[in-house]
């Protein structure tokens, strides 16, 4: 890790056991600690204006270097000012290195496969070089290269006030033996990374390394070592953590530890409510996910309802005539001013309201989870805060029945 | 008309030719004339709460009888306590009677038709009888049956301020001898809503009567006769206005000067810029159309440029690089926040903050227009208000080239 901290500054301000609460200081201001990061992978929060997204209380959104690569192209954004002046978000911004959307057309949907979920091998034509990888616009078709260089420099030219190292971000699937020899090329690319970037990186802007090396352990120490050893200003933990929830937090509760424990620690991609208090719980800072945008896409609200799994579906039939709230308690304006009747009458109906009303809705969730899981550590209180949330009884919402 | 004004009060405070501002009184609040009146058809505006709709100025909405009935049914929306509360609107609301979409099953696109653009003869499985309509359900082909009673009944349920009557919408392809017999049924059809609604209806609910003849003005004489003589709050001008605009103006001219000039009279349907001026000169005063949100979801924004017919395509090549807001001075949170080469961007990539963003701004735009016109009117300035604004140079924007 580097130790000045002209691009970051990070200060844990309490601990509750591993959890800590803390300020992540970028130079877009300041990310208190633990914070969900919403995605603005296109530029855009889905459905909202930035302007909203800073209301609901989130300071850091994450762009996507693979998407905002594709469409509409880093020098459209450099020529706007950068991808804060694009898209008028004032606060921090962190952007994926693109590896994780680059390698899932190699590996047939790593979304899926860091998970455990895919079936593997339907991998579209990617060509995974040491220089770098080939592949194709998802828009049109045209042959596009990332390369470590290349992910950093359209970082740079988006402006983020965090860039992530470009890196192979392994699937489920993959043997030992290839996420090992992943893992190491990951390494290499990591220095290709800071070399470029120490030559003509922004000089505000921060680098995180990402922890691979799959669920096994020792490789995952490697990297840890690896990572924690270069020149960076925080680090994420990338790849599959296992096939199912059980897997995941034993590869947390074993990498974790792992990393220095100044430094800020981002956990990509993971974002359900029980997750994200489990990595909280192991002293992991911030976490980016689909879920609450996506789970309003198709009709789902979160909900503390761990009966379901903390969400209520509600393009199922059986909500007319409900006249709560989507859930009792909640602050934000579709709790406030609409049932679930109404809301579920919307999203049956494939409104757009009803997305945006669920965004809202979600958002506002997660927003509230970190904010009172920020909240509890500070009372040294958050392994009983924890425990209230997962008996579907947390402190900004009323227990709600499915 | 009727004489009392337990239901509906209508005032008019100034008047500049025959254009006319005032105020409709209903009992969900004040409607300051002219008006737009943005749509609501199935409960909602597209992507916006209702609580944002107020929030833009508008002090009225059209819900659509039609829709509603189909789905979600007026019985869940009268358990809910009527569309005001399903929807969370609490200013004034007016419904449209069906007519217009059951016909537009039957003539093939009614919508299309009644501008003149239709080819005709594309009917659905509509069978028009004395009695009433049979239609199918357009979400699962279940059989459906709407008449007058039956359309009156669902606008008690749904609750609205004003009810319009159930009508035959009849279309520009329809000749002169089929527009004749439709427009003496629509007559005894008006009978039968005014029967239904004193014996049923609720007790503030205004009705509104729909003057009917096609596109000839001995038509469109007796159809204001018969309406004028009945018991009614207010009346609409429906039906086919010609197949261009020039006889749409011909047909309008004729048509207002028909109608008592102390009852409000709402123009069902249109709603382009200029067309919008054309009729609140001719001493209309409310108005529904779907362009603002249509257009905004096919990436279209109103915009003072008269030689692209007050609109921009956003989705069209050429925005790149353009820092200029879609409307220089424009008031709404799209052109506050954000460029042409921001938005097109998103449109172009069919994100939904596009669309949001757009429908914010279209409608501010018809507001900003109906507010200037009320105080034009006011100031006895409706005439040279009207020239800037057909000249591209509105007094709320800068004339911008497209």
């Known amino acids: 890790m580097r130790s000045d901290s002209s691009r970051l500054r990070f200060e844990v ?14 130079a877009h201001g300041p990310v208190q600690t633990p914070a969900f990061i919403p995605l603005a992978s296109k530029g855009t929060v889905r459905s909202l204006d930035s302007a909203e997204v800073a209301g609901l209380g989130f300071e850091m959104v994450l762009g996507n270097t693979y998407h905002l690569f594709v469409s509409p192209g880093p020098e459209r954004i450099a020529a706007a000012g950068g991808l804060h002046r694009f898209m008028g978000w004032e606060r921090a911004l962190i952007t994926d290195s693109g590896g994780f959307q680059v390698f899932s057309l190699a590996h047939g949907g790593v979304a899926q496969e860091v998970k455990g979920r895919g079936r593997g091998g339907r991998g579209a034509a990617v060509l995974i070089e040491e220089e770098g990888v080939n592949f194709r616009s998802y828009k049109d078709g045209t042959p596009l290269f990332i390369s470590p260089e290349v992910s950093m420099d359209v970082q740079a030219k988006l402006g983020s006030d965090i860039a992530l190292v470009f890196d192979e ?10 996420t090992a020899r992943s893992t190491e090329r990951t390494h290499r690319w990591l220095d290709r990374c800071l070399r470029w970037h120490r030559d003509n990186g922004p000089r505000r802007q921060a680098v995180f390394g990402i922890v691979q090396g799959g669920v096994h352990e020792d490789l995952r120490r490697e990297s840890a070592q690896a990572v924690s050893e270069a020149p960076l200003d925080g680090l994420a933990i990338g790849g599959t953590l ?13 990498t974790a530890p792992l990393l220095p424990a100044g430094a800020p620690k981002h956990l990509l991609g993971i974002g359900e409510v029980d997750d994200l208090l489990a990595a909280i719980a192991l002293g992991l800072d ?8 996506r789970f309003a896409r198709h009709g789902v609200a979160l909900a503390p309802s761990p009966d379901t799994r903390f969400r209520i579906d509600l393009r199922k039939a059986g909500w007319e005539g409900d006249r709560s709230p989507l859930v009792e308690g909640c602050p934000c304006p579709a709790c406030q001013r609409h049932d679930r009747d109404y809301i579920s009458y919307l999203a049956r109906a ?26 509890a550590i500070a009372a040294g209180a958050f392994d009983s805060f924890s425990s209230e949330v997962i008996a579907g009884d947390p402190p900004w919402a009323t227990s709600c029945s499915s």
């Open 13 to 26: 301000k309490a601990q509750d056991g591993t959890a800590r609460t803390g300020t992540m200081q970028t």
């Open 169 to 178: 971000c392994t699937p489920f699937h993959a043997d030992r033996d290839y």
């Open 242 to 254: 296992g096939r199912d929830k059980a897997e995941m937090r034993e590869v947390l509760s074993f």
């Open 286 to 293: 911030i976490f980016d996910c689909a879920v609450p945008t």
């Open 350 to 375: 494939e409104e757009l309201t009803a997305i945006r009303l669920l965004c809202l809705h979600n958002l506002t969730y997660m927003q509230e989870l970190t904010a009172h899981a920020r909240l």
